[in-house]
């Protein structure tokens, strides 16, 4: 085990660091695998860190952290981390984040999030993709190409139309839009 950059740290047996830029500073690991990546200030078992630009201040069990921007003070637990996400002051159960999502404040529990904005959001049972999601609470949904805000959709996002599908429906949930733009008004 290559001991250099291991400021403060506790690794614990089974703990593998491959010495290729790491930094793992005041650090609590057991059974982890890191590689090209920077963790501080942090308690993780049976995870692996790969190319992960920086987690700190975070807690996590049975979590892949592949090419992450950024992970700060959130809780992970049986999730996969990647594509340059970044997750802040969250919570992760059971979920995927992927290709440059950004998790604010929020909780994502059994959920698959694809190019996604989530502040102070929660959701559950959901596959989100292109959407951002401001001060929302959703369960059990398919949800793709929309601002929702409040859990009312303001806008779409993109050139596609937006969908709103409870999982298990063919039927969407949202079949009449209203936007709340500029352009439809008068």
Not at 23 to 47: E, G, P, W
Not at 103 to 120: A, D, W
Not at 145 to 174: F, H
Request: hydrophobic share 30%; charged share 25%.
């Amino acid at each position: 085990m290559e001991q250099a950059g291991l400021q403060g740290s506790k690794l614990e047996s089974e703990t593998t660091t491959i010495a290729d830029g790491n930094t793992i500073a005041r650090c609590n690991l057991r059974n982890c695998a890191v590689t090209s990546s920077s963790v501080k200030l942090s308690d993780f078992s049976d995870c692996v860190f790969s190319h992960a630009r920086s987690v700190k201040q975070s807690t996590g069990t049975k979590t892949h952290f592949h090419d992450v921007s950024y992970a700060s003070r959130s809780t992970f637990s049986n999730s996969i981390i990647r594509d340059q996400s970044i997750v802040h002051r969250s919570e992760v159960k059971t979920s995927t984040v992927r290709d440059a999502s950004n998790v604010k404040r929020s909780t994502i529990i059994g959920s698959s999030i694809s190019h996604t904005s989530v502040s102070r959001t929660t959701l559950t049972d959901c596959d989100t993709e292109e959407c951002f999601f401001e001060r929302c609470s959703f369960k059990g949904m398919i949800l793709k190409n929309g601002y929702w805000k409040r859990n009312q959709l303001v806008k779409k996002v993109g050139s596609k139309e937006p969908v709103a599908v409870k999982k298990g429906d063919l039927v969407p949930v949202v079949s009449t839009i209203v936007y709340l733009d500029s352009q439809q008004k008068g």
